[in-house]
């Protein structure tokens, strides 16, 4: 209360200064901003309306391509999903990057944090709400995050989220984070800046003397910032009174070096550091988060076949879809070439036994030598051994799952491919019985598997489905050796 503005005096005061920014935002937008040159504090160098298009997915761009649009990041790549949440169609578009787990799960724990608001009150966001979402125009929330800057060992990522009805955008907030590649930590734009500078970046955006703009500074997010190479600093938020956009203002690297935190000069070095390379990820290993798009993982048993399971290959990359082999160490004896082929392309592979018997008529250590020759069959082929296993036919007991010594990956879906030998039964079997986070049972020793299968992944596709490895169906949740697994169980 020590400066006198509490009490209602106080609000019905606030509430004409509101207007008054209104009119002054107004006038300054209309006239390009030029017309702040003359005021008695400083002038911007940028005031400028973002546009309020309706956002596409964030294709990376060239730096160069935009002052502050998605840059590529080495090892970087984008994720899309619409869904129906509750009222709500919500768009959302993100970007993981290989090797920077911090980055990844700020960004997953954010998008879920969104989602689950929009779900229904005492319920939470599910896959499921994102397959056939293509409903009719209603309100709408479109959501993104995207990298804006990369170098050193940071990486800035815009998070924006647009909300609209059928009048048109009903607010537009955004925020930068910056991610640190080595430590995983992630800070907010905000600590970028001294806290005492805050005012005096707000009465720029809005145009009004800093004195006023601290007793409305909550009306002017200021969390939108982006640092360039150049020592230029970028601050973006969304400006009462001024409709259907953001302000952006551009502050040169004097004025950005007069209000940086140490945190902020540390960042600063970084962008003019060469980026630190990071290792590439298998495909079949690359995070996806399940928990957020729909995913099916698609497993093939019997392998490896010199003939079908490359042609099964062909149609997966194709596709872009991931899958897990299952192979038998007899059948990678007969064909290493193959089982090396299909470790190459980087898809998962799991332990199917060797000699494709009936677990549970074998005593524990002839089941164990099984698994051990398959892994020794595996390993010599492929260079890995596998780390799951799925038993011939599903027949496990515990004296099986005491032995195997490693988890038993069995099936939600069973195509029974084999039987019906006809892509015109198994594909709709799957499509009707398929729910997100299923493991789905084919085998690619079947050439008329093979012949079902751009069929059923552009469908499952389609629908909005994600084509996961076992391994990625599973990210996240514990896989113990001698426990049963069918599908991803859902979040609690
Ligand atoms: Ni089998």
Redesign the pocket.
Known sequence: MGHGWGGTRGNATRAGLHVLLAAICAAALVSGGESMAGAPYPALNSHERVSSQPETVALPQPLSDALNGPVEVPGGYGMALTAHVGERRVHASWTYVDGVPGLNTHVDSWLLGLLDAAAPVGGRYRPAMALNAQHPEGQEMTVSAAPVQAAGTVIVVRQKVKTSGTGGTVSERSETVYVDTVSGAVRGGAELVRPEAVPGIQSRMVGIPAQIAALVRQDVPVGDLVLKPSGELAVSAEVPGNPGGNVTLTMNAAEAGAVLSDYGRQVLEQLNAAAVPRPAMAPALRHVNCDIVPCAALTY??GPDAHTTPQLMEILNEANAQATFFMTGSNATANPSTAKEVADAGYAIGN?TYS?GNLTKLSPPAVKKEIERTDAAILAATGTAPTMMRP?YGAADAAVQGAVGKPLMLWAVDSLDWQSKNPAVFVPKVLKEITPGAMVLM?DVQPTTISGQKELIASLQGQGYRLVSVPQLFEGTPLVPGHVYRSRPARP
Do not use: A
Request: charge should be negative; avoid cysteine.
């Open positions: 048993d019997d199917h494709h011939p085998h």
